[in-house]
């Protein structure tokens, strides 16, 4: 069983900052990418940052020079550091990690944490 806890969300006045984490724990043999996603009501899940195993990140493109993702691969835990934010930030954030249960598994999986609000809001 893998689990995926978020932390870090909150009420934050527009050009404040805040910094999610999200550490996945459980049976793990190995993770791929992880990323964070945000979805607001009646609409689509959308990414907003994705880092792989050796580093490599990439942004969507309203986000980028104002949010860094980063992970530590000793703690299994994905952070997302969002500066600057705006009200159109506000919505629910979810991390995502494509993990590998076991070293007899082939297949990657994906899991998703439980999500956390970001409200930007004067």
């Known amino acids: 069983q893998v689990q995926l806890v978020e932390s870090g969300g909150g009420l934050v006045q527009p050009g404040g900052s805040l910094r999610l984490s999200c550490a996945a724990s459980g049976s793990i043999f190995g993770i791929n990418a992880m990323g964070w996603y945000r979805q607001a009501p009646g609409k689509q899940r959308e990414l907003v940052a994705i880092i792989s195993s050796g580093g490599s990140t990439n942004y969507r493109d309203s986000v980028k020079g104002r949010f860094t993702i980063s992970r530590d691969n000793a703690k299994n835990t994905v952070y997302l550091q969002m500066n600057s934010l705006k009200p159109e930030d506000t919505t629910v954030y979810y991390c995502?990690?494509?993990?590998?249960?076991?070293?007899?598994?082939?297949?990657?999986?994906?899991?998703w944490g439980q999500g956390t609000q970001v409200t930007v809001s004067s």
């Open positions: 995502n990690a494509k993990i590998i249960p076991s070293w007899t598994e082939k297949n990657v999986y994906d899991y």
